[in-house]
């Protein structure tokens, strides 16, 4: 079949592969007969809107500790994800990640399509921080702990938590004393820039019932990417910058029953760069012959302009907990602030359609390469509250049940400064074409945008509102299964206003809405067969809400483009069932935990980026049918006091049950941006696994060392769906330079990639220190395809950070906490 990659589908080897290992993992284990006796230290957790213990939650959880993610040298959500099983992130620059659970992504969801919602919920404690492509990598210093919960959560978290949620959860305002730490780290890069972060806490009682805990942060980012201008000079490291902000939290107890918890985050991000390899740019290339050659290497990019990633982030919140009797009232208040602004070097872009464009005459290499910022700026205020009542007493009847409201201000733009750019359209249409006149038809003020020699412009605010019921009860059927039941009732309201100018665009302005309603079922069912064995199942319901695509920019269509991709002016919700089996087991006397859960989720009108091909647009298509179905399991032990280990794998099946196709002017049907039964759900692999190791001995009486270990393997994907179109890595090279190729050939599937790292420490009671390598074999890998302009214009991987080696030094002072 046409775009078909059956080749890529898995086979036996994909299963055996981390079969083998999990049989080794648990043989491992269970080999230890003359383990001690110490337990694993258990975590409690709220996933249920209850605090309960990890172990007893009835579906697929993973929570990591902070005094784990410290031991692992775990700073942001990429570095969580390498030891959670079926949790997977993908970087696309800085502040850009996507996160994806259980196979169950869409692809890359570029800055211009604003109207796109996230597939997994991202929480910071109470508090909801996602936003599709930019949810905050907020610092995670001071951190009590992160839950991941695979398989939709809609019934408690609502739209967003299609596949899954990731929750932070940080450390509450102490009254019982004064304390803090400071920790100080320095790390160069091997190849790139020295860096370094200063991070601190501080808890301060101010009563018997009131306490002040205060976090901060500075962190100077080292950057590793060269970028190459015009002329061949080289500027270093240009993706570096800064990270710095704070979290101060209060906690007034006026009595027993009642807690008020107000708090503000902030955090300001200032990139200078993106960590991006380019492989062609059809500015810069070895193949002209007319244009200056330029051959780029590995970590190196072709830019003329200076790019840019700002992020300035404020959350408020007030949490009240009230206890009633044999209830608990919560209330969360939250609003955010926030403002973003990504500039990108759009030169070759804008050169590319300049190329096209030249009809009276064709375009001049200096017309070509007129510099051209693309300016995009997110404008983001979010208001949400929640009220909920939950029991709290014993009994086999317990449930939770609440309303929730919110209400997003979001307003996009872009805007394509190009000096002189009205000229040269004047000059290459020319005056029979285009006659000049004081209304010039090909000036940008006359088609739309706000000032002259502006190509492109669009802005795009919209209100985002929601209404939510929700409830959840729990049974005990005997003293040894437990049923739950759970629903939420949502209504979604969506209103956007679409204004566009510019050559480029099809200059157009006007109202646009979407809404949607409808109820979210959730059943639970446990069985402890022993107190040590858990076996659990589920079925449940998860959506995503649908939108209003952007027009496309119509002048820049090839009329097989405008066909293909044209009349799609919105996309329907998603949504997903769930069904799956787990099992948690506890054994080796309390030292060793295995869990073990598999799934199928059956997807309706997935909702998939796609890029429009020659007009430089991107829409979202809905796919009618979709699946992942998959395994996972996560292995943690602790053999004896001075050793531990973990292991997590994921296998996972996804793929499109449907096929998409247009039919031609001249009567041939195609299969649209490999959209087609058969082709894999991009962004994740089929196959990942994480492995961490912890020794520790001690050296004096006072002096313990550690030595910690990390690897992760991160299987094959593709970035988008259509990058598994048959001859996609293949392109027609615009002939800009008299190249001596005509086309350019790569390969759009992400090889797999293997990161090691390693961390030796010594610490006392109130201090430690640690020297760390991370990315020990120096593994360059392609995290994401980034192209412009249907990959004419420029092909790039974003890349991981190199061999990195630092020292880290952390004080305590005060109370013990």
Known sequence: MPGSNRGNKMNRNTWSRPASLVAAAVALALGHAAWAQTALGEITVTARKRAESLQDVPFAISARSGETLRNAGATNVEEVSRNIAGFTVQNLGPGQS?????????????????????????????????????????????????????????????????????????????????????????????????????????????????????????????????????????????????????RVAMRFEPNENLSITPRVIYQDVDM?????????????????????RVTLE???????????????????????????????????????????????????????????????????????????PLYDATTVKVFTQEVRVASDYDGGFQWVGGVFYSDIQRDYGQQLP???????????????????????????????????????????????????????????????????????????TEDRVLTFGGVFSDPSAGP??????????????????????????????GFR???????????????????????????????LWNYELGAKIGFAGGRAQFNIS????????????????????RIVMNVPKAHAQGVEIELAAQPTDHFDFGFSASIVNSELDSTITSTSAGGVTSVVAAIEDGNRMPSVPEFQMAANATYKWSMTDRLEGYLTATYQHVGDRYTQVAD??????????????????????????????????????????????????????????????????????????????PRTIGVTYRRSFGGAE
């Open 512 to 541: 646009g809405s979407s809404k949607s309603d409808g109820f979210l079922p959730r059943v639970l069912f446990s069985y402890d067969v022993t107190e040590n064995v858990q076996l659990n199942a589920q079925a449940s319901e």
């Open 724 to 801: 598994q179109a048959s001859g996609f890595g293949t392109f027609n090279v615009r002939p800009f330079g008299a190249p001596t190729i005509t086309s350019f050939t790569f390969d759009p599937l992400l090889p797999e990639y293997d990161i090691a790292n390693i961390r030796f420490g010594v610490r006392a009671d109130d201090w430690e220190a640690a020297l760390f390598i991370n990315n020990i074999a120096d593994e360059s890998a392609k995290l994401g395809l980034d192209q412009e302009r249907g990959r004419v214009a420029r092909v790039g991987f974003l890349t991981n950070q």
């Open 272 to 292: 200078e760069g993106y960590n991006r390899t380019d492989v062609w740019n059809m500015l810069a290339n070895p193949f002209t012959t007319t244009e200056p």
């Open 598 to 617: 598999a799934y199928r989720a059956e997807i309706d009108d997935l909702q998939v980026p796609v890029v429009a091909g020659t007009c430089s647009s």
């Open 545 to 575: 809400l649908g939108g209003i695509n952007d027009p496309l920019n119509v002048p820049l269509c090839s009329a097989a483009d405008l066909l293909t991709f044209g009349g799609r002016d919105s996309f329907d919700d998603e949504t």
């Open 98 to 246: 996507q996160v994806a659970i259980r196979g169950i992504s869409s692809g890359k969801t570029d800055r211009d399509l604003p109207g796109v919602k996230e597939q997994v919920g991202v929480y910071m404690d109470e508090s909801v921080i996602s936003l599709s492509l930019f949810t905050p990598d907020l610092e995670l210093y001071d951190l009590n702990r992160v839950e991941v919960l695979r398989g939709p959560q809609g019934t408690l978290f609502g739209s967003g938590s299609l596949s899954g949620t990731v929750r932070y959860i940080t450390n509450q305002p102490d009254p019982s004393g004064g304390y803090g730490d400071v920790e100080v780290t320095g790390s160069s890069i091997d190849g790139g820039d020295a860096g370094g972060s200063v991070r601190g806490m501080f808890n301060m009682p101010m009563s018997d019932t009131a306490a002040l805990r205060v976090v901060g942060y500075y962190s100077d980012i080292p950057g590793f990417i060269d970028a190459v201008q015009p002329g061949g000079s080289v500027n270093q490291d240009v993706n570096g910058g800064t990270r710095w902000g704070m």
């Open 418 to 492: 190009t000096p002189g750019y009205d000229a040269i359209m004047e000059q290459i249409f020319g005056p029979v074409v285009c006659p000049p006149s004081p209304n010039n038809c090909l000036d940008s003020v006359n088609l739309g945008a706000p000032t002259a020699d502006m190509p492109f412009y669009s802005n795009i605010p919209y209100d985002f509102t929601q209404v939510a019921v929700f409830a959840e009860t729990n049974f005990s059927l005997g003293e040894r299964a437990n049923l739950t039941l759970g629903g939420r009732y949502y209504d979604f």
């Open 298 to 372: 590995d970590r190196q990019q072709y830019t003329q302009l200076q790019e840019k990633f700002e992020d300035q982030f404020m959350l408020a919140d007030l949490t009240i907990e009230a206890g009633l009797g044999d209830h608990t009232l919560t209330s969360i208040s939250s609003y955010t602030d926030r403002d973003i602004l990504v500039i990108r070097d759009a030169t070759q872009l804008t050169g590319s359609v300049t190329f096209d464009l030249g009809a009276f005459r064709p375009a001049t290499s200096a017309e070509v390469r007129t510099s051209s």
